[in-house]
Nanobody
């Protein structure tokens, strides 16, 4: 099965930047959507960024203008560029890629769904 490995998490100060990487053991040719989630300590997992195979992007309101999701198909890698980091961005960040049976993103249509192990981002003075 496909393996996803996140990297790039670190301890940084407020206002600094990080770039997270998600490397896949398989190619992204048949992948429909790529996502980054995060889970702050003691809180539920939340979606922060989404990228479709067609190039459409979506961001949570809390990260709009600061985070950018992108991909490199040749390297089978998804990135999350994080700028102007804040203490509330502290969380474990997870990469997720999925393929669906049809054009509509819905749980019943999932063909393939992969998750990485997570990488820790801590923003603190």
């Amino acid at each position: 099965q496909v393996q996803l490995v996140e990297s790039g998490g670190a301890l940084v100060q407020p206002g600094e930047s990080l770039r997270l990487s998600c490397a896949s053991s398989g190619n992204f040719f048949s992948i429909d959507v790529m996502r980054w989630y995060r889970q702050p300590p003691g809180k539920e997992r939340e979606l922060v960024a989404r990228l479709t195979s067609g190039g459409t992007t979506n961001y949570a309101d809390s990260v709009k203008g600061r985070f950018t999701i992108s991909r490199d198909n040749a390297k089978n890698t998804v990135y999350l560029q994080m700028d102007s980091l804040r203490p509330e961005d502290t969380a474990v960040y997870y990469c997720n890629v999925a393929r669906y049976r049809g054009p509509i993103e819905q749980p019943l249509a999932v063909e393939t769904n992969y998750w990485g192990q997570g990488t820790q981002v801590t923003v603190s003075a």
